[in-house]
């Protein structure tokens, strides 16, 4: 799907300083719904690790993640020490493109919230076939939540 299917002139800010827009609020969380997959950002002290990872988006502020909770893993160690996470969500369909970034703390979902987070990841969540290699055994699954304090938008696509 293209950008220029959600994106419309009135969806957009015009920055002159620059040749992109801002996209308002409501067209980066229309972006989120349809995408399903990003590069997911933690940080311990000035250290950054970052992964590809499916999402499930509430459609408010909320973006959903289901974990591989292996307790060895540099990804849980990093998890822990993160703070605050930043989502990249991005799509590029030469010469256009459109990134949304979402901010805020991550955390494990409550058990009260777990029929959000199936939900949210069943309607917009992309999934690889296959998440773990042949000679490795499965590790634990678990949802994790980045609530967000923070969605922007930019994209070189004016209404076309």
């Given at each position: 799907m293209s950008t220029d299917e959600f994106v419309e002139d009135d969806d957009c800010v015009s920055d002159d300083r620059w040749s992109d827009v801002r996209m308002r609020s409501d067209a980066a969380s229309a972006f989120l719904?349809?995408?399903?997959?990003?590069c997911l950002t933690l940080a311990d002290g000035g250290c950054a690790y970052s992964i590809p990872m499916s999402f499930g988006y509430d459609g408010d502020e909320t973006v959903y993640f289901h974990l591989q909770t292996d307790e060895r893993s540099e990804k849980m160690s990093y998890l822990d020490a993160t703070e605050r996470a930043t989502l990249l969500v991005p799509e590029v369909e030469p010469p256009d493109w459109t990134s949304v970034v979402v901010r805020g703390?991550?955390?494990a979902v409550p058990d009260d919230e777990i029929d959000d987070a199936y939900v949210a990841c069943a309607e917009n969540a992309w999934f690889p076939a296959c998440p773990w290699p042949d000679d490795r055994d499965p590790t634990d699954l678990e949802f994790y939540k980045l609530v967000a304090d923070e969605l922007t938008g930019r994209t070189s696509v004016v209404g076309q």
């Open positions: 719904e349809r995408k399903g997959w990003g703390p991550i955390e």
